[in-house]
């Protein structure tokens, strides 16, 4: 059963880092293209880093430049998302997602399998 689990969500003071893990099961997580999504009350889901199965990272969300970095580990069948200097604004539910196709893709739609979602907020 393909199965994605996310975990590492929490409560974090403004200017703090958090390391959100996406563990996979059911298939081999190096042949697959993975992408972070989050998604703020009232707001739509949007894409925020992307890894292709050639490790090749695009950014779609320009606030994260520089403080959000993307990474896998093969051995351990998980992709990462390393969050630091957070925000207020960065406060959402992160989704884990395995692409459809083998590139890079900022649509919901484009992806096949989803994570439940774990929860980040910043706040005082």
């Known amino acids: 059963q393909v199965q994605l689990v996310e975990s590492g969500g929490g409560l974090v003071r403004p200017g703090g880092a958090l390391r959100l893990s996406c563990a996979a099961s059911?298939?081999?997580?190096?042949?697959?293209?993975f992408a972070w999504f989050r998604q703020a009350p009232r707001k739509e889901r949007e894409a925020v880093l992307c890894?292709?199965?050639?490790?090749?990272?695009?950014y779609y969300a320009d606030s994260v430049k520089g403080r959000f970095t993307i990474s896998r580990d093969n051995a351990k069948n998980t992709v990462y998302l390393q969050m630091n200097s957070l925000k207020p604004e960065d406060t959402a539910v992160y989704y884990c997602?395995?692409?459809?196709?083998?590139?890079?893709?900022?649509?919901?739609?484009?992806?096949?399998?989803w994570g439940q979602g774990t929860q980040v907020t910043v706040s005082w």
């Open positions: 890894i292709n199965n050639s490790d090749g990272i695009t």
């Open positions: 059911g298939f081999r997580s190096d042949y697959y293209t």
């Open positions: 997602a395995v692409a459809t196709n083998y590139y890079c893709s900022n649509y919901p739609s484009d992806m096949r399998t």
